[in-house]
């Protein structure tokens, strides 16, 4: 059995694009399960697992966010799924993809096609509930947002509900059967228009004299992650009803102050971009990001992040820019966990084709965006045993960079001469800026500011963004319990008001 889990991010809330991962489905042909809860994606998964085994093809388990963020509480104490391998079995009619081969399976993918689609008219989560002229279809959590407006509303109300759990293969069956008793569809449903677009080819194919209302006409949203509200409004104006009064407005309470994203005290991210951003000073330059923490160097007032798209982008995306712009010099900012899972083959790319980029590796011993996996260079695999460490240098050197040198951001002069360095360097230069995030290591002895010293400047404000740096009183005052002693403040001090010590008192 093989299942992959993909969970799209509507909204989006965490993420560079938008994307429906059930077109991916359509496209490869294979099985998509979409669960409208945690309850159903428990007992789903396991759905899920069963076919792709009993039909040798992979499958897809598509959670949204809001599934993804949600707890519930579960009965475990049924019947599970248990998967019994049976090793590698030698088939080349199934694993060898000749032309000849591929054509065969394809005719095979097809007649499965159908065969999914009709067993999944019957698949306990795809149902129809309800009875009236006007249906509304629904998926994924839409269909809970769905079901909590529908279930406020007075009794006796006409109307039927389609719920679909697998949208690829779509149940046709099932969707006849919805629309043989409807004259008009509301279709609710994350991201893109799937089901709303089935149940229009099935009007078609069928000659059925249903209006499919959704994404498709404007109905509904055509970006952006459902919500309670927004389905409500478009049911009570679908089923034409008015819509519940709400109680007496109570005060509006005050608004809470605004808080961006931004990179933790003592962050050694901070450091590396104002150190490049320092040494790069009057120079004509671009910084390319890429996914992780340091995304968040776009933000004011590091202002070092001038494209972002996906993990390893920031190295290909420097060389085509340099391409452009031969005479501006190109950094790529990459994490240590993005730069061995998607870094290295454009840095050979780089390499080989002589692509001049200055390459920073932003090593913090860890992946900490996504929840501090381990990495090939923190020494520990995935299930706790200890391996030796892929050395970042070793396999820049065997790729064939020439220029290698590894510094702590913290010691900003240092690091500032190792960019300038790497920026005079022809060809590909690598700068490691290594120091450990603040989730793997302790604090250091905190700072405070010698309020005799400071004289309100507020450059540690404006230059670093430090979160634990704040403005009281025409004083610089740093927030001990936020304070991680990483000690860059101090460095930009330009009269050494910020010093080292315990706490401020």
Same mark, same amino acid.
């Given at each position: 059995? /093989?299942?992959?889990?993909?969970? /799209? ?41 069963? +076919? ?38 030698? /088939?080349? #009619?199934? +694993? ?16 499965? $096609? ?17 009875? #009236? ?137 901070? &450091? ?12 004509? &330059? ?5 996914? #992780? ?14 494209? !972002?798209? !996906? ?15 031969? /005479? ?60 030796? $460490? ?23 002069? $240092? ?14 230069? &690598?700068?490691?800026?290594? &120091? ?5 290591? $302790? ?10 010293? !400071? ?29 991680? #002693? !990483? ?19």
């Amino acid at each position: 059995s /093989d299942l992959v889990v993909v969970a /799209d991010d509507p909204g989006p809330i965490s993420s560079q694009t938008e994307q429906d991962t059930r077109h991916f489905g359509e496209y490869a042909k294979i099985p998509v399960f979409d669960p409208s809860s945690p309850e159903e994606a428990y007992e789903m998964i396991q759905d899920a697992f069963s +076919w792709s085994e009993r039909f040798h093809r992979p499958v897809i388990f598509r959670p949204t966010t809001r599934i993804c963020h949600a707890c519930a509480d579960i009965d475990t104490s049924g019947q599970r799924y248990q998967n019994r391998p049976e090793g590698f079995v030698k /088939d080349s #009619g199934k +694993w060898v993809i000749f032309p000849r081969t591929a054509y065969l399976n394809h005719l095979k993918l097809e007649e499965q $096609k159908e065969t999914l689609s009709e067993e999944f008219s019957s698949y306990r989560f795809n149902t129809i509930t309800g009875k #009236g002229r006007l249906g509304i279809a629904a998926g994924g959590v839409s269909y809970q947002y769905a079901q909590e407006v529908l279930s406020s509303l007075p009794a006796g109300t006409p109307y039927s509900l389609l719920k679909i759990a697998t949208p690829t293969p779509f149940p046709e069956k099932l969707g006849l059967e919805f629309l043989n008793g409807v004259t008009d569809v509301l279709c609710l449903e994350e991201l893109d228009p799937v089901i709303e677009t089935n149940l229009l080819l099935l009007c078609g194919k069928h000659h059925l004299p249903v209006n499919i209302h959704g994404k498709l006409d404007g109905t509904a949203s055509k970006a952006g992650e459902s919500s309670v509200e927004a389905i409500a409004q478009s049911i009570y104006r679908f089923l034409q009803i008015s819509q519940p009064e709400t109680s007496a407005p109570r005060e509006a309470p005050p608004s809470l102050p605004i808080r961006p994203p931004v990179l933790c005290a003592g962050c050694p991210h901070r &450091a590396s971009f104002y150190a490049v951003k320092q040494a790069m000073k009057g120079k004509k &330059a671009v910084f390319s990001g890429d996914i #992780g923490c340091y995304t968040l160097g776009n933000a004011q007032p590091l202002d070092m992040v001038d494209t !972002c798209l !996906c993990m390893g982008a920031d190295v290909t995306v420097a060389q085509g820019l340099h391409r452009m712009e031969p /005479d501006a010099i190109n950094f790529s900012f990459i994490g240590d966990s993005t730069f061995f899972h998607t870094g290295i083959p454009g840095v050979i790319n780089a390499v080989y084709n002589q692509t001049e980029i200055k390459l920073m590796v932003l090593d913090n011993s860890t992946t900490a965006m996504t929840g501090s996996q381990p990495h090939p260079g923190t020494g520990q695999t995935m299930m706790g045993e200890i391996s030796e $460490k892929v050395s970042i240098e070793a396999v820049l050197k065997a790729i064939g960079v020439q220029f290698v040198e590894t510094c702590s951001p913290f010691d900003l002069a $240092k690091a500032q001469e190792a960019v300038k360095r790497a920026a005079e360097h022809k060809g590909v230069a &690598a700068v490691i800026f290594r &120091a450990p995030c603040i989730t793997v290591s $302790k604090p250091l002895p905190l700072l405070t500011v010698n309020s005799h010293k !400071c004289t309100g400047c507020k450059r540690c404000i404006k230059e670093l963004g430090c979160p634990a740096i704040s403005y009281s009183g025409h004083k610089a005052v740093i927030e001990p319990s936020m304070c991680y #002693g !990483c000690t860059i403040c101090a460095q930009v001090c330009p009269f050494g008001a910020i010093e080292g010590g315990s706490c401020n008192e």
